[in-house]
Structure formats: structure tokens, C-alpha cells
């Protein structure tokens, strides 16, 4: 029966999405705060917080899928318990499921999306499902997933990431091989390219421009050519890792070309890798969630946090405003996105 305020909710989503801080942990935060306030009157007001916000995260998501949009979309696990009828226990049973992330960079929209796959695997169905008729540009690793879609979807263009390659390689230089000498390089030339490109302030049309000049052609060209000599070299002792770096990249190689298409596209997928590192993180300090609820309203507060720092904004100041604006009755969420506050 007793209520919060606006600030002191956004203390709490600050406190377990941005600061990663267990229940149990807030306990002794509290105390040495000499704040006395009930663990479950806390969680509750999150759980309703994340209720009240819930609008604002369709609104998100129906921006973020608009025709023609670049998404870049990432996935990760996550332990939820789940109490399922007959099964015998009291709780319920832990089962891994999957969170995905999708970005759409230009509009800065970020949106986190829990589906319980029935078959605890992470199949192309949630993602596809999430889609729907969608247009565009998706950008991504090299997950088997993402390839199906695309295919089953010719108006979805797929670009891969650089970035999974080049990581690749630095593992298989860590592991002694000196074949990486020839590889590794090119693959840094072109980051230094599109660091060029950053460092001029270049517009989309320029950066085409720059990616389809004749040097970065001959580094792609001459990637190629190594990585496939280097495969089919009886006599260059490849290491493990050094071959699957190799055949990943040859395997995925029109996919992590088509990066030169579009100026607005990026060289890899960090947009999304970064996005959805928090929640990892969050993930090893709380271990599980206990039940669906936990997790869908987690997405729901990664969705506005993320969204909120893909523009710039004080997180903390704009959760009590977004707060006060939806305990005030204000239904209109384009009133009050991130880009709405940032205009006031």
C-alpha cells in the first residue's frame, strides 16, 4: 500500500541494469544507508515500474523495424526457472534459454526480446517471428540462423562481421601460429580504413566511396587469395584455430563483403556486442532468473536503459522523467522517448 517515488525507482533500475547490483547486495547498500525498505516492496515496484514502461518498448520496437532500417542483432543466454504443471517439483526447473538483442544504430534504438523457444534451443523462430514482414538491412555474426532467414526472406540483405574474424585470428596467434603473419594484417588494414574514415568525419556517401576505392579491393582480393593458398598447402601446419578462423572467413565471404554496399553499414556488429554486454554481465552477478516474469521484465528495462544510452542522455534523469510522465497518465509515448527529451 505504500508508494515510491520517481526518483527512488530509477535508483533501483540504475542500481540492476547499469550497476549489475543482486538483491542481496542492495540489502546491505540499504542498511548502510540506513534505509529501511522491504526487499519484495523493492522488487515490486520494479516489476510495476517495468509494467508502466512496457508501452514505451512497443513504441520502440514498432520504430525500430520500420522499412528500410539496418539492424544489428546479437543473441546470448540466459538460466530462467519455470514452473510447468506434473512436474513434480516445487519451484519449477531451470532451463537455459535465449535473449536477443536488436539495434538500429541510425535511429538509436536498442530492444531486448525474451521468447520462450519450446525447444530451449535457439532456432530462427523468435527472431523471424519478431521481424515479421520486415525490409532491410540485418548485420550479424555467422550463426546459421541469421543465413536462414535471409534466404527465406529476399528482401532481407545479410551482412556479416569482421570483427568475428579478426578475433579469430588473434586466438590463433595466441596459439603459436605463425601462419596468422599473413592474414592478421590485412584484416587490420581495413579496420584502419574505416577508422580513416571516422577520424575525417565522412558521410555515408563518402564512406562508400572510400570502401569501393582500388587499395581496399587489393587487400580483399589478397585475403582471399592467402587464406585459400593456406588452406590448400599441404605444408603450412596449420593449427586449429588458425583453420577455423580461415574457413570461417572464406565460408562467410560474400557476407562480410557486402559491408562495401552501403556507407551507413558498418565493418562488424559491434553496435549489437556492445549493446548486449550489460545484460551479460548482469547475468554473472544475479546467475538465474526465477521465473519468466524476472526475465521479460529485465528486457523490458535493458530496452529503455540501452535505447536511452544510444542518445546520450543522463539514464538516471531520464527514467524519472520517462516515470513521472507515465504515472501522470501520459500515454503518448513519442512524448517522451529519448530524442522527444532530449528536444525539451
Given at each position: 500500500?505504500?508508494?515510491?517515488?520517481?526518483?527512488?525507482i530509477?535508483?533501483?533500475?540504475?542500481?540492476?541494469?547499469?550497476?549489475?547490483?543482486?538483491?542481496?547486495?542492495?540489502?546491505?547498500?540499504?542498511?548502510?544507508?540506513?534505509?529501511i525498505?522491504?526487499?519484495?516492496?523493492?522488487?515490486?515496484?520494479?516489476?510495476?515500474?517495468?509494467?508502466?514502461?512496457?508501452?514505451?518498448?512497443?513504441?520502440?520496437?514498432?520504430?525500430?523495424?520500420?522499412v528500410?532500417s539496418?539492424?544489428?542483432?546479437?543473441?546470448?543466454?540466459?538460466?530462467?526457472?519455470?514452473?510447468?504443471?506434473?512436474?513434480?517439483?516445487?519451484?519449477?526447473?531451470?532451463?537455459?534459454?535465449?535473449?536477443?538483442?536488436?539495434?538500429?544504430?541510425?535511429?538509436?534504438?536498442?530492444?531486448?526480446?525474451?521468447?520462450?523457444?519450446?525447444?530451449?534451443?535457439?532456432?530462427?523462430?523468435?527472431?523471424?517471428?519478431?521481424?515479421?514482414?520486415?525490409?532491410?538491412?540485418?548485420?550479424?555474426?555467422?550463426?546459421?540462423?541469421?543465413?536462414?532467414?535471409?534466404?527465406?526472406?529476399?528482401?532481407?540483405e545479410?551482412?556479416?562481421?569482421?570483427?568475428?574474424?579478426h578475433?579469430?585470428?588473434?586466438?590463433?596467434?595466441?596459439?603459436?601460429?605463425?601462419?596468422?603473419?599473413?592474414?592478421?594484417?590485412?584484416?587490420?588494414?581495413?579496420?584502419?580504413?574505416?577508422?580513416?574514415?571516422?577520424?575525417?568525419?565522412?558521410?555515408?556517401?563518402?564512406?562508400?566511396?572510400?570502401?569501393?576505392?582500388?587499395?581496399?579491393?587489393?587487400?580483399?582480393?589478397?585475403?582471399?587469395?592467402?587464406?585459400?593458398?593456406?588452406?590448400?598447402?599441404?605444408?603450412?601446419?596449420?593449427?586449429?584455430?588458425?583453420e577455423?578462423?580461415l574457413?570461417?572467413?572464406?565460408?562467410?565471404?560474400?557476407?562480410?563483403?557486402?559491408?562495401?554496399?552501403?556507407g551507413?553499414?558498418t565493418?562488424?556488429?559491434?553496435?549489437?556486442?556492445?549493446?548486449?554486454?550489460?545484460?551479460?554481465?548482469?547475468?554473472?552477478?544475479?546467475?538465474?532468473?526465477?521465473?519468466e516474469?524476472?526475465?521479460?521484465?529485465?528486457?523490458?528495462?535493458?530496452?529503455?536503459?540501452?535505447?536511452?544510452?544510444?542518445?546520450?542522455?543522463?539514464?538516471?534523469?531520464?527514467?524519472?522523467?520517462?516515470?513521472?510522465?507515465?504515472?501522470?497518465?501520459?500515454?503518448?509515448?513519442?512524448?517522451?522517448?529519448?530524442?522527444?527529451?532530449?528536444?525539451?
Amino acid at each position: 500500500g505504500t508508494s515510491a517515488t520517481p526518483e527512488f525507482i530509477a535508483d533501483q533500475i540504475i542500481d540492476r541494469v547499469m550497476l549489475h547490483i543482486p538483491n542481496h547486495r542492495n540489502n546491505i547498500k540499504m542498511e548502510m544507508e540506513r534505509f529501511i525498505c522491504s526487499e519484495n516492496s523493492r522488487n515490486s515496484w520494479v516489476v510495476k515500474s517495468a509494467s508502466l514502461l512496457s508501452p514505451l518498448c512497443s513504441y520502440i520496437r514498432d520504430q525500430l523495424i520500420k522499412v528500410k532500417s539496418i539492424l544489428n542483432i546479437d543473441e546470448t543466454w540466459c538460466r530462467v526457472r519455470i514452473k510447468f504443471k506434473g512436474d513434480g517439483t516445487k519451484l519449477g526447473k531451470y532451463f537455459k534459454k535465449y535473449i536477443w538483442v536488436i539495434v538500429n544504430k541510425i535511429e538509436k534504438l536498442v530492444y531486448f526480446l525474451y521468447d520462450n523457444d519450446e525447444n530451449d534451443s535457439r532456432s530462427h523462430r523468435p527472431i523471424q517471428n519478431f521481424l515479421g514482414g520486415f525490409k532491410g538491412t540485418i548485420q550479424s555474426d555467422g550463426y546459421t540462423v541469421y543465413r536462414q532467414i535471409s534466404n527465406d526472406k529476399p528482401d532481407i540483405e545479410l551482412i556479416l562481421c569482421w570483427a568475428h574474424v579478426h578475433a579469430k585470428l588473434k586466438y590463433a596467434e595466441l596459439s603459436g601460429d605463425s601462419n596468422v603473419k599473413y592474414i592478421l594484417p590485412l584484416v587490420q588494414r581495413l579496420y584502419s580504413i574505416e577508422s580513416e574514415c571516422v577520424a575525417c568525419h565522412l558521410t555515408a556517401d563518402e564512406i562508400k566511396k572510400r570502401r569501393s576505392r582500388s587499395d581496399v579491393t587489393v587487400i580483399l582480393n589478397e585475403l582471399y587469395d592467402k587464406a585459400t593458398r593456406l588452406l590448400n598447402d599441404s605444408h603450412s601446419h596449420l593449427s586449429d584455430m588458425m583453420e577455423k578462423a580461415l574457413k570461417y572467413m572464406l565460408n562467410n565471404w560474400d557476407g562480410l563483403l557486402r559491408y562495401r554496399n552501403d556507407g551507413r553499414y558498418t565493418i562488424d556488429n559491434m553496435p549489437a556486442e556492445r549493446a548486449i554486454r550489460p545484460f551479460t554481465v548482469n547475468r554473472n552477478n544475479t546467475k538465474f532468473f526465477s521465473s519468466e516474469e524476472g526475465v521479460k521484465v529485465a528486457a523490458t528495462l535493458f530496452t529503455i536503459v540501452e535505447t536511452a544510452r544510444q542518445s546520450g542522455v543522463n539514464v538516471r534523469d531520464y527514467l524519472v522523467y520517462v516515470i513521472r510522465e507515465v504515472m501522470n497518465g501520459n500515454k503518448d509515448c513519442s512524448t517522451y522517448t529519448p530524442q522527444a527529451y532530449l528536444a525539451l
